[in-house]
């Protein structure tokens, strides 16, 4: 059974300050996407993962895949408020349909 | 501009009710998906459909079933709601294909059973 395992689960950072959250799984595949979800919204796509190496960057956000490491990284930049969200790695797996997802990283960021 | 819609924003329904969700793409996508949120557990998947009339359960399936007659359209029911139903549920489509498999979300619906 995949695992998708996402730490911290929740994050308090100042605005600012740069920290990273990462996201393990448990079996091989090199296809990985970041989602954002704002409270009381739906989830909207950040970043497309297809490959060993690969790496996104969106204004203060940056992920990246190893999948040798089975590890997932989102990097936040300078963090400001706009950011507070809650994130979510999802896998896809070789032989799915689907995206198995983690249980999301709540992010505050203060003043 | 892609799309999913979802019939309700918000539903309330009484124990016991027959319930039904829809879910409207106009992306042309095979998948469609039907999951529920809660706090602390993340997304969990009910349902899922790779073609018209196909459909395969997700981790919990049980005290629901989905329609898909066509294929812009899948459709959760849910039998006899109960109270820990209470959630929010969220639709999703995606194409189908490797590395293919973003998914786009609709606005999701918050039910209470009461």
Redo the contacts between chains.
Sequence with gaps: ELKVEQNPLFLSMQEGKNYTIYCNYSTTSD?L?W?RQDPG?????LF?L?SNGAVKQEGRLMASLDTKARLSTLHITAAVHDLSATY?C?V?L?SG???N????TSLLVTP | DVKVTQSSRYLVKRTGEKVFLECVQDMDHENMFWYRQDPGLGLRLIYFSYDVKMKEKGDIPEGYSVSREKKERFSLILESASTNQTSMYLCASSLLGTGLYEQYFGPGTRLTVT
């Design positions: 296809r996407y989602y919204k739906s989830l909207e796509s497309v297809l979510f999802a896809e070789d349909y689907a995206l997802f983690g249980k999301g």
